[in-house]
């Protein structure tokens, strides 16, 4: 089992920034990659980005690159999601999640466990 907590989120204005932490705990060393995901009502939760616990290795989606950026601290069982230059359109409740996969990281179907979620409200 793998549990994961989710914070940083909030209400913030367009331009601003914020950081998000996820909290892994259990046998999180079963799983090779973290990925944060987001969602808002009525549509399907998107791919922002995800890191491998073991490597640099990183990846981001498309409407995302260059403004967030992903980040872990391994004695801490965190990950980190910077959100830099925030849009009204980044608007949605963001979720950390875990998988052992090593590929098809950018698709939620790929995640074994996910975190509760938290909101970033970003005003124009």
């Known amino acids: 089992q793998v549990q994961l907590v989710e914070s940083g989120g909030g209400l913030v204005q367009a331009g601003g920034s914020l950081r998000l932490s996820c909290a892994a705990s259990?046998?999180?060393?079963?799983?090779?990659?973290m990925g944060w995901f987001r969602q808002t009502p009525g549509k399907e939760r998107e791919f922002v980005a995800a890191?491998?616990?073991?490597?640099?290795?990183?990846y981001y989606g498309d409407s995302v690159k260059g403004r967030f950026t992903i980040s872990r601290d391994n004695a801490k069982n965190t990950v980190y999601l910077q959100i830099n230059s925030l849009k009204p359109e980044d608007t949605a409740v963001y979720y950390c999640?875990?998988?052992?996969?090593?590929?098809?990281?950018?698709?939620?179907?790929?995640?074994?466990?996910w975190g509760q979620g938290t909101q970033v409200t970003v005003s124009s």
């Open positions: 999640a875990a998988t052992s996969e090593r590929f098809g990281v950018t698709s939620k179907i790929s995640y074994d466990y």
């Open positions: 890191i491998q616990w073991s490597s640099s290795n990183t």
């Open positions: 259990g046998r999180i060393w079963s799983y090779h990659v």
